[in-house]
């Protein structure tokens, strides 16, 4: 009867904590055969100062207990002056898919290795409260992200193409580094062929490629089948506000080559304006509005 009390006790104040990893391919390895996301925390110990405190508390016995066992853990640190086992590390590490361009840094990956979410520079990070509850709100995501995609499976046609979609538009990452996420935009494809959703257009669509093309064909004077093209995307529905500027722009800088068209230019800016007079492609028509009013 004495030692009820000792396993008791032990068995209220045991907290699981998240593991930590020593490498990239080890905690993928890990994630497939367990199925735990994978956070990230990319930093440079000997150099970015504020990372430090960050890098210390993803460290701590505490961080690894609020994060949770359905978590792995992993630290990949860039350091400037690495050792020769540091650097082996970094050898491994460099299958990571992702080099955030600012750090520190915090990455949710699936248990595919698929990024979910990338938080990157400390003003951002701050702004996100502590780790722990970033990563968990990146976690909900997934988990929301699942949710479409299990029932996308029960689905057919332009229904399924929209609930695979849905599962993309969660995490904003377009079709993600490296392009992981290009198998569900193909099941998109084989789900809706003739894109009667109109969300395989939203995750096909060229970006700024449409408008190096829209260059290239206006200096060679290809013009009615560069426009047909800008045309055809710009009758897409479900194309986002970002993509219809980008699409528009091409077609400025078809039409800047096109004399017939020079008078419409001026139409178009205010297209790209309109759609979001605030965003950096509305702003440099505004001006450019502003400039063509001066020249009259």
């Known amino acids: 009867m004495k030692l009820f009390p000792i396993f008791f006790f032990a068995s209220v104040t045991f907290v699981s904590a998240a593991e930590r990893m020593a490498d990239y391919p080890a905690a993928l390895e890990k ?9 990230v925390l990319f930093h440079g110990s000997d150099w970015c100062l504020p990372g ?24 990949i640190d860039r350091k400037e002056s690495p050792t020769a086992e540091d650097e082996a590390t970094a050898k491994r590490n460099e299958a990571c898919q992702i080099k955030p361009r600012s750090l520190p840094a915090i990455a949710l990956f699936d248990r595919e290795g698929r990024l979910v979410a990338l938080r990157e520079g400390t003003p951002e990070l701050d702004s996100l409260g502590k780790p722990e509850q970033a990563i968990q709100r990146a976690v909900e995501v997934r988990k929301k992200r ?15 193409a929209g609930l695979l979609a849905s599962g993309l538009d969660l995490l904003g990452l377009g079709t993600g580094p490296k392009e992981v996420y290009k198998p569900v935009v193909e099941e998109m494809k084989k789900a809706d062929p ?5 969300t395989v257009a939203r995750y096909t669509f060229p970006g700024r490629k449409l408008l190096e093309k829209a260059v290239a064909e206006g200096n060679e004077k290809k013009f009615a089948d ?9 009758k897409k ?3 986002t506000k970002d993509q219809r500027q980008e699409a528009l722009a091409a077609k400025f800088a078809l039409y800047q080559r096109w004399p017939e068209k020079k008078n419409e230019l001026s139409g178009v800016l205010k297209e790209i304006e309109k759609l979001d007079p605030k965003s950096e ?15 009259k």
């Open 281 to 295: 492609l509305g702003t440099a028509a505004k001006a450019y509005l502003a400039m063509l009013a001066k020249e």
């Open 52 to 75: 430090k405190k960050l890098g210390d508390y993803w460290k701590s016995e505490n961080f690894a207990k609020f994060a949770g066992d359905d978590l792995l853990i992993l630290d």
């Open 237 to 239: 529905p479900q194309l």
């Open 146 to 160: 699942d949710d479409f995609w299990k029932k996308a499976e029960g689905a057919r046609g332009p229904q399924k």
């Open 226 to 234: 560069a426009d047909t093209e800008i045309g055809g995307w710009l």
């Open 194 to 198: 003739e894109d009667r959703s109109g």
């Open 31 to 39: 994630a497939k055969s367990g199925g735990q996301d994978i956070a």
